[in-house]
T-cell receptor, first 112, second 117 residues
Framework: AQSVTQLDSHVSVSEGTPVLLRCNYS??????LFWYVQHPNKGLQLLLKYTSAATLVKGINGFEAEFKKSETSFHLTKPSAHMSDAAEYFC??????????FGDGTTLTVKP | GAVVSQHPSRVICKSGTSVKIECRSL??????MFWYRQFPKQSLMLMAT?????????EQGVEKDKFLINHASLTLSTLTVTSAHPEDSSFYIC?????????????FGPGTRLTVT
């Protein structure tokens, strides 16, 4: 069994300030973890993924995430938010590229 | 990364009609594909797992007679929404599992927005 909890449904930051989107997971097996971004009325875009290699994962657009097994967390961070980062973010867990379980999503708002 | 396409990207149909959505893996073979549904302002929920050459496995609460899945080839899975109703209006996203070289990767399609009037 696997599950994902995104701890914040909404996060609001000012442009140029850091972003932190929190995700906790549960999995009976060694999981792969992903962060996807979805802009309004668009499909999913993969930001980054963890697949049992380095625990600090760097993704696109300056995002990164750290896999912490002891805390069962995979939080997404970015040092400096940009207006274009405003979107819905999903934390996802799967095992061996099997069925994916999505978190409920976090809406990121970036204020000018 | 590999590419997964969906067709159509948008479709509007009348209540009571059927709609077919295609999911294709363009540069790899996928014995397994997944279908997800996303209602407005909600997360994605797995509907079914599509296995090439065999019957799909549906998640609890998903009507298999309403959402027909056919995975007739290693690069194509189709989802047919039969007798569509307005409550079926949703964003349908497929993904395909790439197992080349012993590594497992999953790639999502761009989605199909279905509106039933």
């Amino acid at each position: 069994a696997q599950s994902v909890t995104q701890l914040d449904s909404h996060v609001s930051v000012s442009e140029g300030t850091p972003v932190l989107l929190r995700c906790n997971y549960s999995s009976s097996y060694s999981p792969s973890l992903f962060w996807y971004v979805q802009h309004p009325n668009k499909g999913l875009q993969l930001l980054l993924k963890y697949t049992s290699a380095a625990t600090l994962v760097k993704g696109i657009n300056g995002f990164e995430a750290e896999f912490k097994k002891s805390e069962t967390s995979f939080h997404l961070t970015k040092p400096s938010a940009h207006m274009s980062d405003a979107a819905e973010y999903f934390c996802v867990v799967s095992v061996n590229a099997g069925k994916s379980t999505f978190g409920d999503g976090t809406t990121l708002t970036v204020k000018p | 990364g590999a590419v997964v396409s969906q067709h159509p990207s948008r479709v509007i149909c009348k209540s009571g009609t059927s709609v077919k959505i295609e999911c294709r893996s363009l540069d790899f073979q996928a014995t397994t594909m997944f279908w997800y549904r996303q209602f407005p302002k909600q997360s994605l929920m797995l509907m079914a797992t599509s296995n090439e050459g065999s019957k799909a496995t549906y998640e609890q609460g998903v009507e298999k007679d309403k959402f027909l899945i056919n995975h007739a080839s290693l690069t194509l899975s189709t989802l047919t929404v039969t007798s569509a109703h307005p409550e079926d209006s949703s964003f349908y996203i497929c993904s395909a599992r790439d197992t080349r070289g012993g590594f497992y990767e999953q790639y999502f399609g761009p989605g199909t927005r279905l509106t039933v009037t």
